[in-house]
């Protein structure tokens, strides 16, 4: 049969651009579920979506491992009939994935939710199964063209990942899946006249039918936001509606009011606080983060509650002229800031659209945003600090996240790089001489933020070579949030008197200020005992690396290698708070973290059955002359299906800081490596090149990436975003154009020695890609992005060294 399959191969040539627009829509398609994961959900589970896509990629090649001939035997129509199950798939596995209901909330607490999760890890693979049997087909049926195949892959699905981040900027995300839907039919279409199937008409059918996506309801697609996020709980409170939408690739707003119950947002606010704010009109940002923008007709009368809020401390111990507010939101800090005569502000906002909606609603907000000493930049609030030379007397970090997410430690596995040691560093250099630095944090029992956060300023004033740090702090807590104050020099005892008398006034706590002693702590809002100032003293103390270690969560602070600030988890705890399961312990798992566990084991146990059960199933006998036997072939594609989602998945997320959101740096970082990549598929067959040489291309390239990185985003993280993308594209095109070779250059040599291996090649590469992109999520929470991409360099060593190894037994 392979004889005949062989001499076959010439009537038809390799369907590229079907191969490049199926590609393209499967890359839409992983992107797309990000972002319905992050308004469904409370993260865009960037490693769970990239691991689910390849899941369909390795099942596809052990599918194929067994139905191989079958299918090539009718080419064509298994082609064409992948493509629509493929669209068929990608609309109706999403509507059944929401009907799971899976909510990471309960996962520890209710059993059925772990069911849900896999449910839904096998349920969304589906469409990625039937993308990848297109492409690994077009590999058994064009083994000659390997390369070029891999190369339209690789192409497509860059300009893929590209496609859907324009889309989302003029469609909501639910509607782009139904677009998505229909486009994948008309690749069908496409498909049909390229493989010159008579007659030609059936491809209108195609056309046609992928208006039917257009008639599902839209109930059905509209994503099912979890119950516990904040706009699902806000909906249950009577007389709430939802007044207006607006979408785009970095969130989903929905602008809520409600007259019955009218909306009263200040976080923190102090009992004693005798004027209650004015009418609010509330943003929540994907469904869960709370902004309000606030009816301010110009009495600032109207905003006597601002100084009750634990943030208008800074403002009582100096006048100050010159703020900057890096989060302005609906313009909350803005308007404390006008309270208090501040003559100029300068508040910088990443979403455009949240700008919008304030100045759309300029007579409610007073022209909040348009006042003459106010100015607005819309950008990411590093990129925007590391760009000015301007300094400071103030310069304040507000909450920008959901109480109820934050204290569920939904928020664990989110890239901060807002309260990282070098962020600090950065906000403490762009201080006047007296200036402040403000950060605010929810109060949680036990402390784990605030402490974390403490322990963040310390190690930053400690790297910036300032001896009597302790003299530059002061932190404070109200009933619900905690505020930390840093000082460009020392606080006087004039200030700390000050700040003792605003506590009083307030009936706010003193957490820390230099001198202070432990029955000072505690007298308001009264714990067991004085929690937040022991901490604070023990990270002041000679031991404070031992009081990180021995604590039962993780406060050790955030870099901009690590910057999973929410992520308290240690497994030493986990013992002590799965004893207290159903005693309301479950509160103290850090569940963002655990998902990320759980869908490492389900991705090693789905790859084992995947790799291992054509091992079982069908025994290989191997060809004496052959190179490839199928231990190097497992050893082979294992390491460089490893290797290669590492580096993607460590730069992604290390390009999160460069370009300002997750879903930017997903779509440009995917896009680099695989056009790229596919490129150096193309050149790597001209050229006939011998796998060492990329590969010695990639650890150099790696190395000199990671060593550049940071010192490229200090020198251009100003840049706007349109300027960062070439530098971008610079900085990890040659690298993605070594990684495009070795998988067809060795995929190329199965072919020619034992071509029946060729479907279990590409199984064992997807399933070490299912593995590597939640591996290396957990691999960068502990140790680091670095530590991925220097594990990634070895295992491109060791996969050289084994095709090395291979060629020498061959006698090549």
Known sequence: MDRDISTSIQVLTPPRLTILLVSAMALSYEILLMRLFAIVQYHHFAYMVISIGLLGYGASGTFLVFFRQRFLQRFSAALIGNILLFGIAAVACYLGGQHLLFNPDEIFWD???????????ILLAMPFFFAANCIALAFSRFRQSISEIYAADLVGAGLGSVLVIGLLFVLFAHKVLLLLGSMIFVVGAVAWLELRQQPRWPALLFIGAAAVFALLPAAWTEPAISPYKGLSQQMRIQGSWIVEEKSSPLALLTVVENSLVPLRYAPGLSLTAESEPPAQVGIFMDGDSLNVITRFPGDRADLAYLDKLATALPYHLCGPRDILVLGAGGGSDILQALYFNTPN??????????????????????????????????????????????EFDLIQVPMLDSYSSSAAGLYALNENYLYTVEA??????????????????????????????FATA???LKGLGIEAYANHLVMIRSWQSAFLLVKKSPFSRDEISLVKNFCRERLFDLVYYPGMERQEANRYNILHQPY???????????????????????????????????????WQALREILKLRGQGGMVLLESGYLVLVITLVQAIAASLVLVLLPVVARPYEPVPEAGWSRARIAAYFLAIGLGFLFLEIAFMQKFILYLGHPLYAAAVVLAVFLVFAGMGSQYGKAKKIHVKWPVAGIIIMGAVDLLVANLLFDAFNWLPLFLKIPLA???????????????PLALTGVGADVPDQIPWAWAVNGCASVIAAVLAALLAVHFGFTAVVVAALVLYGFAAAVFAAGHKLKGG
């Open 532 to 570: 937040f100032y022991d901490g604070a003293a023990s990270l002041l103390g000679e031991d404070s690396a031992g009081f990180i270690a021995r604590y039962k969560f993780n406060i050790r602070p955030g870099t901009d290698d690590r910057p999973y600030f929410a992520n308290y988890f240690k």
């Open 111 to 121: 059993n059925r939710q772990w069911l849900k999760l896999f449910g839904l890890y």
């Open 458 to 460: 310390v190690e930053a």
């Open 424 to 453: 600090v560093q950065e906000y403490f250099n762009h201080l006047a001489p007296a200036g402040y630095l403000g950060m605010s944090r929810w109060v949680k029992l036990p402390p784990r933020d605030t402490l974390k956060l």
């Open 729 to 743: 594209v610079l900085m990890l095109g040659p690298l993605a154009f070594c990684m495009g070779m070795p998988f």
């Open 345 to 390: 502000i300068t508040a910088v906002e990443l979403n455009p659209q949240v700008v919008q909606l304030v100045r759309e609603r300029a007579e409610f907000s007073g022209h909040l945003f348009d006042r003459e000493n106010v100015r607005l930049h819309t950008g990411e609030a590093r990129s925007f600090v590391s760009g000015s030379s301007q």
